[in-house]
C-alpha cells in the first residue's frame, strides 16, 4: 500500500514562496501509472485541486493556482514537491499530497499538512 | 473552471437511503464517466468511495452507490449507519488533465 507523507513549513509569511515535499513509499513513483497530486483545504471549506505531476516530468494545473505554482518531480528521491509563490491569508489551508489514478480519481492521501500564511 | 455544485447538507435516520448530487457541465460531469466520491471524517483526509460514476474500490460497503445523468451526479447511501455522518466531497475529470471538486455534503445521521 502507497504511503505518502508532506513535510515543509507550517508558517509562511505573507509574500513569501511555500515550499512542500510529499514523499512516497511502498511504491515507486518512475513506475509510472498514476499522477502525482497537490490538493489543498481551506479552513472548514471543500477541497481544491491545485495540480498534478508524471513521473516523466509533465505537470498540470488549476488555472486558477497556475501563474504562482510549480509542482516538480524528483525520482531518485521518490519525492514530488509544490510551489506556491506570493503567499497570502488566503492560501492558509490544509495541504494534502495524492496518489491520482489515469481517470483523475484519488487513490491515496497523504494526511495533509496545515500551513498558515502570517506575519 | 468552476466547482461541481452540491447540497451543503443532507440527512436521514439509521437504515434510510439518502442521494447526495453533484452538478457540473458538460466540460466536467457531463463530459465524461470519471466522477468520484469521498468521504471526510473530521480532522480526516478524504476517503475514496466511488470511482469512475459508479464502482466502489474494495473495502467500502455495497450501501455506497453512484450514478450519473447527463451534468449531474449522485451518491446514493442506503441503510444509514452513524458511521456514515461525514462530509462527502464529488469530484470530475474536467479535460486536459484538470480535477474539479465539489464545494461538499454535511450527512447527518439523524
Known amino acids: 500500500q502507497v504511503q505518502l507523507q508532506e513535510s515543509g513549513p507550517g508558517l509562511v509569511k505573507p509574500s513569501q514562496t511555500l515550499s512542500l515535499t510529499c514523499t512516497v513509499s511502498g511504491g515507486s513513483i518512475s513506475s509510472g501509472g498514476y499522477y502525482w497530486s497537490w490538493i489543498r483545504q481551506h479552513p472548514g471549506k471543500g477541497l481544491e485541486w491545485i495540480g498534478s505531476?508524471?513521473?516523466?516530468?509533465?505537470?498540470y494545473y488549476n488555472p486558477s493556482l497556475k501563474s504562482r505554482v510549480i509542482i516538480s518531480v524528483d525520482t531518485s528521491e521518490n519525492q514530488f514537491s509544490l510551489m506556491l509563490s506570493s503567499m497570502t491569508a488566503a492560501d492558509t489551508a490544509v495541504y494534502y499530497c495524492?496518489?491520482?489514478?489515469?481517470?483523475?480519481?484519488?487513490?491515496?492521501w497523504g494526511q495533509g499538512t496545515l500551513v498558515t500564511v502570517s506575519s | 473552471q468552476s466547482a461541481l455544485t452540491q447540497p451543503p447538507s443532507a440527512s436521514g435516520s439509521p437504515g434510510q437511503s439518502v442521494t447526495i448530487s453533484c452538478t457540473g457541465t458538460?466540460?466536467?460531469?457531463?463530459?465524461?464517466?470519471?466522477v468520484s466520491w469521498y468521504q471526510q471524517h473530521p480532522g480526516k483526509a478524504p476517503k475514496l468511495m466511488i470511482y469512475?460514476?459508479?464502482k466502489r474500490p474494495s473495502g467500502v460497503p455495497d450501501r455506497f452507490s453512484g450514478s450519473k445523468s447527463g451534468n449531474t451526479a449522485s451518491l446514493t447511501v442506503s441503510g444509514l449507519q452513524a458511521e456514515d455522518e461525514a462530509d462527502y466531497y464529488c469530484?470530475?475529470?474536467?479535460?486536459?488533465?484538470?480535477?474539479?471538486f465539489g464545494g461538499g455534503t454535511k450527512l447527518t445521521v439523524l
Open positions: 458538460s466540460s466536467d460531469v457531463g463530459g465524461y464517466s470519471y
Open positions: 469512475d460514476v459508479n
Open positions: 495524492a496518489t491520482t489514478d489515469t481517470n483523475g480519481f484519488i487513490i491515496y
Open positions: 505531476i508524471y513521473y516523466s516530468g509533465s505537470a
Open positions: 469530484s470530475s475529470y474536467a479535460g486536459n488533465n484538470n480535477l474539479v
